[in-house]
């Protein structure tokens, strides 16, 4: 009994040697991973599907979409130079002869535009060809070409040229594809291009910062694109464009301390674009509707002492006698609510919805008269053409 006592002892101590030497220089024979440190990691690596798909894209093709409708804008304007008074002497005259109109030196200037029509039309900023004798826009492949200006919208600052080739030679322009702005959101990716500097043709890319930028006293109408693509001088009348290469804004201006970019670039929105465009192209001017009032913004105290329940609207603060709004009933310390059946948020809401309206028509007015509401009808008229303060 003895002697199988120490033939199982041994059998035991024998097996248990072995497993122990196996579970620790091959346990791979049992089935069993390594324990970390011992040359063997586990790792969760992702499959080659998902680490091709979190490569980041290029926007080559959007890009090459693009460029070629991006066009490159000299301006030159004749500076005249202030005639001598001694000419208006005829004794002096007589023996020196006359003066011929004083011309200075030239200015020139540098921009961007967009061809948006095959028929050679470019759209760009009013700033761009403002006070220009001659226009001349270069192309991408190289042309140089002359342009005239059809009309120009100084309030929102945009311009439509028309390419015209003297040379009888047939170029086929390529017009740019119109984006949507129901389809742009907070967070896009945008590429800005135009001729910063005078370096050439340059792209940069960023996202959409914010839309509807307005009260940043740039232009008259204001309902921008923020984005944060590089803009610089020369940047102006550039294409904004989507990760499709449709247009979506035309680059108008930048906040900058130093004069280059920031960060913080605007574009006006195609949808207004757009329609400018299309006025000026059709009647050669822009045309806005207008009643004849002065707009305050009602901050916190006003809303307070006029017992409002907030700060929505547009006081009233002055009425142009005889204008449409003085003949439709509308007084000084009246509150305008909505026009047309669209709410007002605040005098530039009033302004804008005002000047989308087409002028003779009669349009709904909704006020607030010593808290109570008040609706009145008011014949819109024809707003003047006005221009920027520079």
Known sequence: MRRLWLIFAQTVTVSLAVLFVVTTLKPEWLGKHAPAGAGVVALQESSPATAAAATANSYRDAARKALPSVVHIFTSQKVKARRNPLFDDPVFRHFFGDSPEGEGPKTSGLG???????????????HVVEAADQIEIALSDGHNLDARLVGSDPESDLAVLQITESKGKELLLPAITLGRMDNVAVGDVTLAIGNPFGVGQT???????????SHLG?????????????????????????GQGNLIGINTAIYSRSGGSLGIGFAIPISIARDVMEQIIQTGSVTRGWIGVEAQEITIDLAESFGLPDTSGALIAGVLRGSPADAGGIKPGDILLAV??????????????????????????????????????VKIGKRAPQRRER
């Open 203 to 213: 792209v940069t890319m960023g996202i959409v910062s914010a839309l509807g930028r």
């Open 218 to 242: 740039i232009n008259t109408f204001e309902n921008f694109i923020q984005t944060d693509a590089a803009i610089n001088p020369g940047n102006s009348g550039g294409a904004l464009i989507d």
């Open 112 to 126: 961007s535009g967009v061809i948006v029509s095959p028929n050679g039309y470019v759209l760009t900023n009013f």
């Open 340 to 377: 047309a059946g669209r709410p007002v948020k605040n005098p530039q809401d009033m302004l804008d919805l005002i000047a989308s309206q087409k002028p003779g028509d009669t349009v709904a007015f909704r006020l607030r008269r010593q808290n109570s509401a008040l609706d009145t009808n």
